[in-house]
């Protein structure tokens, strides 16, 4: 394959793999995408949502509380207004409230200008004389507990003012509803009052942005109000909301938008970093990109292997039109792919098949017009040479016959006789290739007079080959053996029998003049007993496979130059073809050599 058709197919592959690869990447980023966003929304919507919904529900409990106990007090002063001089009915009111409100920690009735007149002693707070009816002032540190005053006035009948309930609520009760609920990792739930001071808390533990505050500053109630930028928000709405900062995710709602009334100027939030909040939109991206990374990893690999599937035959189908251009097609194996390439390969296939079948017929048919100028040109030759060669061997033989034993010209004379001898073998054998068969020796059809038909003993002509062949056997080492059945005449005449096997066992006895060795013919009945099976084999080197399919073709010889003309075979196939007959050759099956098998029909 050469590098175009490499590059070519490389080129297709990579962008087969490509495309297949955009295919996923693309709905794959953008499902993932979109799910990761989804996933952080949601997440985000459900955080805001469950923070909000625990502070509605804790801020109630906590304004419901201290609603509870405003309005006892408000009702207990309305009372006292009624008589305010009787002491001893003040006194079983004072305790009796003490009893309905737990979360009463001191009570004390003052007078309009602020002085004490019944119950505990109170720091200086504000009667409100210059308004109508009370607040819950900001939390204050008593005795080491957080507390709060619930200031009320106490109004006759007719609006004069009789005097100012002062309530000390004790905020334990905020501690322990915000120590009551269930909170998630991180989160922590404070109530700040309206100067942003914190009421209670969920910890104790000094938030990061407060690290920096001395530890006596930290000791006492110091206000979140411009540190914590959600207790700012908190306290400057009238409504609930959710802010994200400084790494906190903040819920948060004013106590002031539970009632109709005047309400308490208090803030509850929920907090929560910002890192536990959001934990399972992480999750849930990270677990999108690892399902997301993983499906892509899978596409690409299917692609690469779909892409290899679609683009390897497609290369192959290249080389094998190169091998057919290159004339090398039957040493490439058959192309396979799937559906529609499968299809194609197995036309190419085809083709390239049509195409050698087609080449060979062409070179076969130029092959023939090449053998019948040949042979036209040889017989050509053959003829004009013959006389010539006849007239040398003559006078050669008439001077041998003066010249006695030991003459220094006898063996000059000897080697021009033989010479000439073998140049008339090999004319004659250019003769019997070229010429006509006669019509005793086609054996196409039926005769026309079966008397005509010509026939022969097998077992004869093998003694004849045998005593012909002797002394030249002999010269080369060789030793014949034959092994002569009884068998029917055969359909051949005798002397084309005796020139097929005289130039087979010259054959056998010229591959093992090196060595010598022996030689075996053999006559037997063909199975089926219509014809006749004559062997011929030898302990030579053998007739190697890539060349027995071309040992019969005319001119086609193994031996050295000037050793043969590779016409004997050829005749010998050639006489055998005309009897009706056919031969072969193959292994010794007695071991080391060659074995030729002519079968020939019974006469």
Not at 281 to 286: D, E, I, K, Q
Not at 352 to 363: G, H, K, S, V, W
Not at 490 to 500: P, R, Y
Not at 542 to 560: I, L, Q, W
Request: aromatic share 4%.
């Amino acid at each position: 394959m050469n590098r175009s058709v490499a590059h070519a197919g490389s080129s297709l592959g990579w962008r087969v793999l490509l495309v297949l690869a955009l295919a996923a990447v693309i709905p794959t980023v953008t499902v993932g995408v979109l799910a990761i966003v989804r996933a952080q929304s949601d997440v985000e919507r459900e955080v805001d949502r469950g923070a909000l919904a625990h502070i509605r529900a804790l801020g109630a409990a906590l304004d419901g509380t201290l609603q509870g106990a405003r309005r006892t007090v408000e009702l207990a002063a309305a009372t006292w207004a009624d008589q305010p001089d009787d002491a001893r009915a003040a006194q079983l009111l004072l305790r009796r409230l003490r009893r309905d409100v737990p979360i009463v920690a001191g009570l004390a009735v003052l007078d309009p200008e602020g002085k004490l007149r019944y119950g505990d002693e109170v720091p200086p707070v504000d009667v409100g004389s210059h308004s109508f009816g009370g607040y819950i002032g900001d939390a204050l540190e008593s005795g080491g507990r957080r507390v709060v005053h619930l200031v009320v006035q106490a109004r006759a009948r007719t609006g004069e003012l009789m005097g100012v309930f002062v309530a000390t609520l004790d905020l334990g009760f905020v501690r322990e509803a915000i120590a009551a609920a269930r909170l998630g990792p991180g989160a922590r739930v404070i109530v700040v009052d309206g100067a942003g001071v914190p009421v209670a808390a969920s910890d104790t533990e000094r938030p990061d942005r407060l690290r920096d505050v001395p530890n006596e500053a930290w000791a006492r109630p110091m206000s979140l109000a411009g540190v914590d930028p959600a207790v700012d928000r908190a306290l400057a709405s009238t409504v609930e909301g959710t802010l994200v900062a400084d790494g906190w995710v903040s819920a948060y709602r004013n106590l002031s938008s539970y009632q109709s009334l005047r309400g308490v100027r208090w803030a509850i939030l929920h907090q929560q970093p910002a890192r536990e909040a959001y934990a399972l939109a992480r999750r849930t991206a990270r677990d999108t990109a690892i399902v997301g990374g993983a499906a892509l990893a899978t596409a690409l690999a299917l692609g690469l292997w779909l892409a290899t599937r679609l683009t390897r035959p497609l290369a192959d189908l290249a080389r094998r039109a190169d091998a057919i251009a290159a004339g090398t097609a039957d040493a490439q194996p058959p192309v396979r792919g799937p559906g529609e390439i499968g299809v194609l390969g197995q036309r190419i296939d085809e083709m390239a098949r049509r195409i050698a079948e087609r080449t060979e017929l062409q070179t076969a048919l130029a092959r023939g017009d090449r053998l019948a100028s040949v042979g036209v040109m040889s017989a050509q030759v053959a003829h004009e040479i013959n006389n010539p060669l006849t007239t040398v061997l003559g006078y050669a033989k008439l001077l041998l016959e003066d010249k006695p034993e030991g003459h220094p010209d006898r063996n000059a004379l000897e080697m021009i006789a033989d010479e000439a001898e073998r140049m008339k073998g090999i004319v004659g054998g250019l003769l019997e290739y070229a010429r006509t068969p006669r019509q005793s020796e086609r054996r196409v059809g039926a005769p026309a007079d079966a008397g005509d038909a010509p026939r022969c003993e097998p077992a004869a002509v093998v003694r004849h080959v045998g005593a012909l062949l002797g002394p030249q056997l002999k010269k080369a080492r060789a030793t014949l053996t034959t092994d002569l059945a009884d068998t029917a005449p055969v359909a051949m005449e005798a002397h084309a029998l005796q020139q097929v096997l005289v130039n087979l066992v010259q054959n056998s006895a010229q591959a093992m003049t090196d060595t010598g060795g022996a030689i075996a013919i053999a006559v037997a009945p063909a199975p089926g007993g219509i014809a006749t099976l004559v062997t011929v084999s030898d302990d030579g080197p053998g007739v190697p496979a890539k060349d027995r399919a071309r040992v019969f073709d005319p001119f086609f010889t193994t031996k050295a130059a000037g050793v043969g003309t590779g016409l004997g075979l050829a005749v010998c196939k050639h006489l055998i073809a005309t009897a009706g007959g056919s031969i072969e050759v193959g292994d010794n099956p007695r071991g080391r050599g060659a074995e030729f098998r002519v079968t020939l029909p019974n006469a």
